[in-house]
Structures are given as C-alpha cells and as structure tokens.
C-alpha cells in the first residue's frame, strides 16, 4: 500500500482549488439530485410493496 506523502496532499489540494467553487457547488448538487432520484425510486417501490414508511437502520 502506497503512503500518502504531504507533498502529494499538497498537490491535490491545489489541483482541487484550481477547479474552482463552482465545480464544488455542482458536485455537491448532483449529489442532491442523484439523492433525490434514489429517494423517488424508494418511495415507489415502498408504494408497490404496501409499506407506508420504510425503517431505515443506521
């Protein structure tokens, strides 16, 4: 297993800044929107199966 050298952090976390805020900010919306269309598809199958509410275990 590679180690992580700080140099190595370094450059990603310049190479992440060069993207810009933008980029983070429609990361961050596709998440919310893939999040979003799982819980649709939940919710439908929830419907199909008779279940009000699902239970999620944590």
Do not use: Y
């Amino acid at each position: 297993m590679k180690s992580l050298a700080a140099g190595d952090l370094r450059a990603k976390s310049e190479e992440s800044k060069k993207h810009g805020a933008s980029c983070g900010k429609d990361f961050t919306l596709e998440r919310i929107r893939r999040f979003q269309e799982a819980d649709q598809k939940l919710q439908e199958a929830c419907a199909r199966l008779g279940i009000d509410k699902p239970h999620m275990i944590a």
